[in-house]
């Protein structure tokens, strides 16, 4: 089992910034990738952001050069820089890791970011 642990959220304004972070603790071994997802009332979760154990990272389009995910695989962390937020960038950012065949998240964390 991994416990992730997500802190960072908060509320902020339309071109503010923060950083959230995301501590992996328990069997870590092996873990292949980490990242973060994210989801408002209504809609599915979504990819924000993702990188490997080979620190291949992977955005999705709407957050392409404002986001920027990192690792620190000693410490087995990951963490989200966010800059240039928008008011649509308001949901619940899970922590998201993936050990072979198995998925585990956080508990999740609100970002809002006011107009």
């Known amino acids: 089992q991994v416990q992730l642990v997500e802190s960072g959220g908060g509320l902020v304004q339309a071109g503010g910034s923060l950083r959230l972070s995301c501590a992996a603790a328990?069997?870590?071994?092996?873990?292949?990738?980490m990242g973060w997802y994210r989801q408002t009332p209504g809609k599915q979760r979504e990819l924000v952001a993702l990188i490997t154990s080979a620190s291949n990272t992977n955005y999705a389009d709407s957050v392409k050069g404002r986001f920027t995910i990192s690792r620190d695989g000693a410490k087995n962390t990951v963490a989200l820089q966010m800059n240039s937020l928008k008011p649509e960038d308001t949901a619940v950012y899970y922590c998201?890791?993936?050990?072979?065949?198995?998925?585990?998240w956080g508990q999740g964390t609100q970002v809002t970011v006011s107009s």
């Open positions: 328990g069997s870590i071994a092996s873990i292949v990738s």
């Open positions: 998201y890791a993936r050990q072979g065949w198995n998925g585990y």
